[in-house]
């Protein structure tokens, strides 16, 4: 995982592992840095990608985290950063004609995301 520094003014959630490419989410996360908290929402809302659920999970979490532990007004907060990194890789086997087997690779990824005011 990227090693990030907070400033005094922000707070941060991670997901991890979860079973999704970290290509496939940053494609996503790009669209919503720099953005409020609540015009990210009705974004993510709207996107047609699957990643988009577990973004939704974190970046409630990250909120949760700024009203809760800092007192935050949910009203002001922005997105900071927003990053995916890869996680393990799962390996599978698919067997095929012959005798053969294909592996089968199943990526996973780190959801990261600072909010703050």
Request: net charge positive; hydrophobic share 40%; proline share 5%.
């Amino acid at each position: 995982m990227s090693k990030t520094l907070l400033q005094e003014n922000e707070t941060m959630a991670v997901a991890r592992y979860v079973r999704m490419g970290p290509n496939k989410v940053r494609r996503v996360l790009r669209q919503i840095t720099g953005k409020s908290y609540s015009e990210a929402l009705l974004l993510l809302e709207f996107l047609p990608y699957k990643s988009c659920d577990p973004i939704i999970k974190v970046l409630r979490s990250a909120v949760a985290n700024a009203k809760n532990n800092l007192g935050y007004d949910t009203t002001k907060l922005v997105i900071k950063k927003a990053f995916a990194d890869q996680g393990p890789v799962m390996k599978r086997f698919r067997p095929r004609a012959q005798g053969r087997a294909y592996r089968i690779l199943k990526p996973t990824s780190h959801i990261t995301i600072v909010v703050g005011s």
